[in-house]
């Protein structure tokens, strides 16, 4: 019985992140990468992630602003920091921490950020450039362009002749996820809530990528012998054997499961999180090296 191969994303994520924050100091005579980071009300889990976006761009040598809203902030208000961080010069990306509370249109207020300081790729133009292959002058979403570049340690850049199921079809991962696997030549289903014999599904795939948001559903015997398995979800679970009222978090795939048949797996927690993070980074010297005129890094 083989084992299969756990796809660390932490440390591809500390590659990437060294990688920029060395470009970074390379590029430091002409420009300062600048992040702003709005968050709005009080979510736990947000303020997490927030703050750990913040820390990270620190590290990497950026200018970093993080904006903490209370909960009763209006929309206009929010419109209005927008604006004055799209006409900030001395900040290149601009990401607006979802969701937000009930009474914003979270859609206005993405597409109220400039194109060009969307780092985190939820923007028209940017979902555009994304579905016609403009991908030179496009910025993909952090958690899609983080796990394929686990996809690509394990099977290369180029998915020719490989299936590969979606499932999840969210804009923010599933929806350009399927856009990026089909760029690099995979055959790509599309899962979600009404699709019919789900199992039967995934077990076709050669690449298996989990975003439900559905704790462990995604069964062992469920894989293909082989497949590559992204699992994308965050979840956090009752763990009484920790202690009364611990958690823990697990992905939407059945891990020990799943590990008996895969080829290769991204665990939960350090698979997918951390690549998101760092591709957020990365996203940012892009920006920032646009805006400069002084050449990209590539990932
Ligand atoms: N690692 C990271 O950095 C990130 C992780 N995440 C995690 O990824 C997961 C997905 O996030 P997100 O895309 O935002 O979630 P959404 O809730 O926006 O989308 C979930 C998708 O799963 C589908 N779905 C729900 N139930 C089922 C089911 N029983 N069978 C098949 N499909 C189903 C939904 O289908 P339908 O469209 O029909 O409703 C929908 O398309 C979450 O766990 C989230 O926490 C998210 C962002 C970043
Ligand atoms: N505008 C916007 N952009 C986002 O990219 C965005 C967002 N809103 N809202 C929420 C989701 C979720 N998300 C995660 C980022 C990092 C980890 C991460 O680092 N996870 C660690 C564990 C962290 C922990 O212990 O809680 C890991 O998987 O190892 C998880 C989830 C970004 N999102």
Avoid at 22 to 41: D, I, K, N, Q, Y
Avoid at 116 to 137: Q, S
Wanted: with cysteine; net charge negative; charged share 20%.
């Amino acid at each position: 019985m083989t084992v299969a191969e756990i796809i660390d994303g932490k440390a591809v994520a500390a590659e990437i992140v060294a990688k920029v924050t060395a470009h970074t100091a390379s590029v430091a005579g002409s420009v300062v990468p600048g992040l702003a980071t709005v968050l709005v009300g009080e979510d736990p889990a947000s303020q997490v992630y927030v703050a750990s976006k913040s820390r990270m761009a620190k590290e990497c040598g950026f200018h970093s602003v993080q904006h903490t809203l209370p909960r009763e902030t209006t929309e206009a208000d929010l419109l209005a920091l927008v604006e004055s961080l799209n006409n900030d010069p001395s900040i290149h990306g601009i990401l607006v921490q979802l969701p937000l509370p009930d009474h914003i249109d979270s859609a206005a207020v993405i597409q109220s950020i400039a194109p060009e300081k969307d780092v985190d790729g939820f923007h028209f133009i940017n979902v555009g450039k994304l579905g016609t292959g403009e991908l030179d002058t496009a910025f993909v979403p952090c958690t899609p362009a983080g796990s394929m570049l686990l996809l690509e340690r394990v099977r290369g850049k180029d998915l020719s002749g490989l299936s590969a199921v979606v499932v999840g079809r969210s804009n923010i991962v599933g929806k350009p996820m399927a856009n990026l696997l089909l760029a690099a030549n995979a055959t790509i289903t599309i899962a979600h809530s009404r699709t019919a014999n789900l199992a039967d599904v995934v077990r076709q795939a050669d690449i298996v990528v989990a975003a439900v948001g559905r704790p462990q559903m995604i069964e062992g015997d469920w894989i293909k012998p082989g497949a590559t398995v992204i699992d994308v979800g965050i979840n956090r679970i009752p763990a009484p054997e920790k202690g009364e009222g611990k958690t823990r978090l697990v992905g939407d795939v059945d891990t020990p499961a799943a590990k008996e048949v895969a080829g290769a797996i991204t665990p939960v927690p350090g698979g997918v999180g951390p690549m998101t993070i760092a591709m957020l980074m990365a996203n940012t010297l892009t920006a920032a090296c646009r805006f400069a005129g002084v050449e990209q890094p590539k990932f």
